[in-house]
């Protein structure tokens, strides 16, 4: 078929003729990439994993592109200018008209295929210069002063740019060469810098009097040229080198966009990050929303928008929910190539402000993931300082973090605000004081609810007015109180007149508008108080019993009843419930585990209430509630802790999540048939928590590690990975 295109047409027409039927007809796809500065006949093209076969092995990996890219080039036109495997799998090819490109996106073995777009660096130069110190106070205190917890000496920063003047004396010899992809007279080796543009950021990052990570290590990568262009292929070729040459702990400073998106780049950036580096881009400069340009719209990256020294967002800015934090990005003095100094704007110098933070973190815990890094970065930032911001973007400003976080000494209670639309994580600190994380735009660090505390706390929110209302355990064994109705938390209350032995629990009760808290007293006995119409009930009801554990509570929509179920002394199942009074204790059997609480919920698909148990051999166990008690039923395990429940109304299954005796966090379901245990990772301690989150549609599970750091993962269509909110 290739020979017949060569051709004369009258020979063409007489072969189809002869034939009998005309030539096969090409199938063509889509091209990628439509901007008006893509370089003319050069593409990017990306392969479908089945067409990398080996692509577990490195090496296999990149003789299957090689050979893919040498087989499709020879069947459609074009020269390979460069091979990627360790990120995307594909390559780049030039001399290629755009029929031919869209012949070649319509084979089988291709994903896309996109045009190579130009990238530019993101910075202008201007004159006035200013300094580090805004990075470590949170609130605008310019005292000319740069307060840093080390020096991150054992820490190399990848700078993909134009190059580095690596002789400058700002870097004292701690600046090399990497590769030079930019054919335009440099040699493949030589990344020095003739533009301005990379020694600039490289400053920012790492120089001696200009630098966040005073003694970082600063490896020149090379993309662009004298002019401050470059294009994909050349950024690909630079992000598969990183990823497979960096020296670990490692960051990537990215100060380069595009005018779109760059779904090649994207791809290969997010590889990039999953493979253990972490990714810094800048937003861009075109004040338009950072999502629609790359690299801004790189989630998994830390995205960093640029403020003013009077801590506005800069007027050129990128901005938008893609945006991770700002940085001081505005009349920013760092290094010249072919001087001392010189100042630039530009997200470009915001970003390398953020990759030298990151290096810093990373100098104090050298094992830590990207993604903790990415959270550690966002949690220090300070809030609601800036002004001025495009829409939709955080109000976050970038802070070196001068000391670690604390970290929580029990289990993370979990809570979604429906009045605010955040997942909101207490826990009792190693501090003995109760700790608040947030996610908004991203995890805040944990803030403090001062107050000694010893239990865990349990919270309600009230539907309607959105109050949120929490209780909790004091160091003098009384119940803590305090309640938040839109305005932050208010002061902390001992209610008083009792002394407890456990964690108080709480309840709304929407038949009487009440919120009603139940304790286990140091006799052992169930009491309970109530707060309506703005006033506490004036004593605590003793309910009697002999609890040997906390009480689980439910309203019961379908009797409109409270009911309270507890582990008695015996380690049996006890409730009574509440209707137009308080029933007896009621025995359910069962062999509940020592020092275990039940756990309990209403299942709104069967109109059933269902009590789940960690027995004595360590096993979980359950009992519900139809038109009367069932037996109890055995789902196995090996439980080390008590379950946590959740209905999930995107399924309408009942979920279990528990600790194993070996720290790992399995859960199992009940849609039409209990499922099988599904292992989620090992390494904590103390009780999951569960919640769903009615905004993303996400199970979340949360779970403090051995090293008492809370961490949680999420289920949209699949598992996320584990996330340090505590890093």
């Not at 290629?96 to 073995?109: T, V």
């Not at 262009?229 to 380069?256: R, Y």
């Not at 009911?563 to 069962?590: F, H, P, T």
Request: aromatic share 12%; with cysteine.
């Amino acid at each position: 078929m290739i020979r017949a295109v060569t051709l004369g047409l009258a020979t063409l027409a007489a072969t189809t003729a002869v034939l009998g039927a005309g030539l096969p007809a090409w199938a063509e796809g889509a091209i990628r990439g439509e901007v008006a500065n893509a370089e003319a006949n050069s593409f990017i093209v990306v392969l479908k994993d089945a067409a990398a076969a080996g692509a577990g092995d490195a090496t296999a990996a990149r003789a299957a592109v090689s050979a893919r890219a040498k087989g499709l080039t020879a069947r459609f036109g074009g020269t390979v200018t460069h091979e990627y495997s360790a990120t995307i799998r594909g390559f780049a090819v030039e001399h290629l008209s755009d029929e031919q490109a869209r012949r070649l996106a319509g084979d089988p073995a291709v994903d896309y295929v996109q045009r190579n777009l130009r990238f530019h660096d993101e910075g202008t130069q201007d004159f006035a210069p200013w300094g580090l110190d805004r990075l470590d106070w949170p609130t605008l205190s310019l005292d000319q002063r740069y307060k840093y917890p080390n020096t991150a000496s054992d820490v190399t920063v990848y700078v993909v740019d134009s190059g580095i003047a690596i002789d400058h004396p700002e870097f004292e010899g701690r600046a090399s060469y990497g590769p030079n992809f930019r054919q335009d007279g440099h040699g493949p080796g030589d990344s020095s810098d003739c533009r301005g543009h990379g020694t600039h950021v490289a400053g920012t990052v790492g120089s001696r009097t200009y630098g966040v990570a005073k003694e970082a290590k600063l490896v020149s990568v090379r993309m662009l040229d004298c002019n401050g262009h470059g294009e994909d292929a050349e950024a690909l070729a630079a992000a598969e080198w990183v990823t497979t040459h960096a020296k670990k702990p490692a960051v990537v400073n990215f100060s380069v966009g595009t005018d779109g998106r760059d779904w090649a780049f994207e791809a290969a950036v997010k590889a990039s990050i999953a493979s253990g580096l972490l990714w810094v881009v800048s937003a861009g400069n075109a004040y338009q929303d950072a999502c629609l340009r790359s690299p801004g719209a790189i989630t998994e990256a830390l995205v960093v928008g640029a403020s003013d020294a009077t801590d506005n967002g800069a007027w050129f800015s990128n901005y938008g929910g893609c945006v991770d934090l700002y940085a001081p990005g505005v009349d920013i003095r760092s290094v010249d190539f072919q001087g001392t100094w010189i100042s630039y704007n530009g997200t470009s110098m915001a970003a390398p402000h953020v990759a030298g933070a990151a290096a810093l973190i990373l100098q104090a815990h050298p094992a830590y993931t990207a993604g903790q890094v990415h959270n550690a970065i966002v949690q220090s930032s300070s809030t609601k300082q800036l002004r001025n911001l495009g829409p939709g973007s955080p109000n976050k400003l970038l802070q070196v973090r001068q000391s670690d976080p604390p970290t929580i000494a029990a289990t993370p209670t979990t809570l979604y605000n429906q009045r605010s639309g955040t997942t909101e994580v207490f826990s009792r600190l190693n501090n003995g004081e109760l700790g608040l994380a947030r996610y908004e735009q991203g995890w805040t660090d944990w803030s403090h609810l001062p107050m000694p505390v010893q239990g865990d706390p349990a919270l309600v929110q009230v539907p309607g007015n959105g109050y949120i209302n929490m209780v909790v355990r004091l160091q003098n064994n009384g119940v803590g109180y305090n309640r938040d109705i839109g305005y932050g938390w208010s002061t902390w209350h001992d209610l008083g007149g009792i002394t407890v032995a456990g964690s108080p629990k709480i309840i709304y009760n929407p038949r009487f508008g009440t919120v009603e808290i139940y304790v286990r007293t140091t006799e052992n006995r169930l009491a309970f108080r109530y707060f309506a119409n703005e006033h506490w009930s004036p004593n605590w009801v003793d309910l009697g019993g002999s609890l040997a554990g906390d009480p689980a509570l439910l309203y019961n929509p379908r009797f409109g009843t409270t009911e309270a179920y507890v582990r008695n002394s015996d380690g049996r199942l006890m409730y009574k419930y509440y209707s137009n009074g308080w029933s007896d204790w009621i025995d359910k059997g069962g062999s509940i585990a020592d020092g275990a609480t039940p756990a309990v919920l209403f299942n709104p698909r069967f109109g059933t209430t269902e009590v789940y148990v960690r027995t004595a051999a360590g096993k979980l166990s359950y009992i519900y509630y139809a038109n009367g008690w069932s037996s109890w039923k055995d789902l196995g395990g090996t439980l080390a802790s008590d379950p946590a429940l959740l209905y999930n109304p995107r399924f309408g299954s009942t979920e279990a999540y528990v600790r194993t005796a070996t720290g790992a966090i399995q859960y199992r379901y009940y849609a039409n048939d209990w499922s099988s245990w599904t292992d989620l990772g090992s390494g904590f301690t103390d009780n999951p928590s569960v919640i769903f989150n009615p905004r993303w549609g996400t199970t979340e599970v949360y779970a403090r590690t051995t090293g008492g750091h809370a961490n949680y993962r999420y289920y949209v269509n699949g598992w996320s990975g584990w996330n340090d909110i505590s890093a």
